[in-house]
């Protein structure tokens, strides 16, 4: 049953207000974060052209890397229902949807601010899917922790209208689902009351919406984003690289004095400078009183030793291989297998993630077999998608390990090719369409031999009858 249309601006109006707030007190710092924007470095008021400069260099963004070294192991690349025959078609709708590109997407906004979203909608010729970021979107359920699917979801995203003297306006464009429809409102871009401008139905009996949490195991303070946590080491290596920039700019040399000289001056009463200073060149005084000295650089040591400290911490918190984030001397002349161990703990945080992204990408492609009208693939509880093996291994071991497993464990060797990385549900059935083939034509020939080797006694009898 539709909400009526006082009901519907009511919630619209009400999970903006959830949206904006959660932005304003914590997304939007994030997103400054990921793309930069944001640092902690002191500039006074008085500061110079210079000192603004060194404070743009001392950015050493950090945290992107983060999240793309987790991402970069994340792609879905098959889908296994538990009857192929009957819910296969599934996973088109995704590439229908341009899923294999759009999925990163989906993951970096999760790894980034703790979650993400995905609505699908019945379509023509396929169903829609639409990937938000948590900026962008807001669900909110009976029963966080249990509930798989939200009372209502919220889409806001820019737009623009005409007004009534035909001037083009910026308004903000709100799409409200629950179980039954979608309500399309506008609103003003910061703030207002939304308008109903259309009712659509989808008539899918759940609310198609479908979220992805960073930590999906949390049960207690929700999920957490991978950048978060690491802002202020990201503030400390700001701060060290500045320091360092400074000490380079200012104090990195050797600067020389001299004392018990007039110094002369021009015409107009300003000093002159007395030593010109060069490699080549050799100070001299004709004062007995002149007294020559220097003082001594300021070592850079401590400011690198700093910000290699903090890299290391990062990498140790965000569990990162310290090689990913150019941390020096972390890594020098590894064996595979060392190289493997070094990114053991990136692999099992890849393979938690894996596990909840994973029963949300299954949800999401349930849900498009529902707007698609095939039950059987919204009853497939048991599908499974085919994550890509991103771990360092070369391609001669894993054929040594596979061919093993066929001969010593007797395991079919059809069974192991989905296990080959890279592989495709493409890639398995043309090589199941090739296999048939080479079996049937293995048939025939195997047939026409046998053919042959029963005519040839009659042709040996009429040999032998012809040569008596």
């Known amino acids: 049953m539709a909400l009526s249309a006082d009901d519907a601006v009511r919630v619209a109006a009400h999970l903006r207000k ?8 914590r997304l939007d710092r994030i997103h400054g974060y990921l793309r930069g924007k944001r640092h902690r470095i002191y500039v006074p008021r008085s500061a110079t052209h210079e000192y603004r400069e060194l404070v743009e260099q001392a950015k050493v963004n950090i945290l992107p890397l983060v999240v793309t070294e987790i991402a970069q192991n994340l792609f879905v690349e098959g889908y296994r229902p538990a009857r192929k025959a009957e819910n296969a078609a599934v996973w088109k709708i995704g590439q229908a949807n341009r899923m294999d590109a759009r999925q990163s997407g989906i993951y970096r906004a999760a790894l980034g601010y703790g979650l993400a979203y995905a609505t699908v909608l019945p379509g023509q010729p396929t169903p829609v899917i639409r990937p938000y970021s948590p900026r962008k979107f807001v669900a909110v359920y009976d029963d966080p922790e249990a509930d798989e699917w939200p009372r209502f979801g919220l889409a806001v995203s820019p737009g623009s209208a005409l007004d009534d003297g035909g001037r083009v306006r910026e308004v903000a464009r709100l799409r409200l689902l629950d179980d039954t429809h979608v309500y399309h409102f506008e609103a003003p871009p910061h703030g207002g009351l939304p308008r109903l401008v259309e009712i659509a139905t989808h008539g899918l009996g759940v ?48 600067q020389r004095w001299v004392t018990g000289m007039a110094i002369a001056e021009d015409e107009t009463g300003n000093p002159v400078e007395p030593l010109n200073a060069a490699v080549n060149r050799l100070w001299q005084a004709e004062s007995p009183d002149a007294r020559f000295g220097e003082f001594s650089e300021t070592n850079l040591g401590g400011y690198l030793g700093s910000r290699e400290s903090t890299l290391r911490l990062i990498s140790s918190i965000a569990q990162i291989p310290p090689h990913a984030i150019a941390s020096s001397g972390a890594i020098a002349n590894l064996s595979a297998e060392a190289l493997a161990a070094i990114e053991a703990g990136l692999q099992r945080k890849v393979a938690d993630r894996k596990t909840g992204f994973g029963e949300s990408v299954e949800q999401m492609l349930r849900l498009a077999g529902l707007a698609a009208g095939d039950q059987a693939a919204w009853r497939d509880t048991e599908a499974q998608v085919v994550w890509r093996d991103t771990e360092s291994r070369s391609l001669a071991q894993i054929a040594d390990a596979l061919g093993k ?45 046998r053919e042959v080797e029963d005519a040839e006694p009659g042709r040996a009898s009429a040999d032998t009858a012809a040569s008596g």
């Open 18 to 25: 959830v949206l904006d707030a959660e932005r304003q007190n």
């Open 207 to 254: 609310c198609p919406v479908v979220r992805w949490l960073n930590e999906s195991g949390d049960v207690d303070d929700g999920s957490q984003g991978e950048v978060e946590p690491l802002i202020p080491l990201q503030d400390q290596l700001d701060n060290t690289t500045f320091g360092l920039l400074m000490a380079q700019q200012y104090a990195a040399f050797k």
């Open 405 to 449: 497993m066929a001969q010593m464990l007797q395991i079919p060797p059809r069974a192991l090719w989905e296990r080959i990385p890279g592989v495709t549900d493409q890639d398995l059935q043309r090589w199941e369409e090739l296999a048939r083939e080479a079996d049937a034509m293995g048939r025939l020939e195997q047939l026409m031999n």
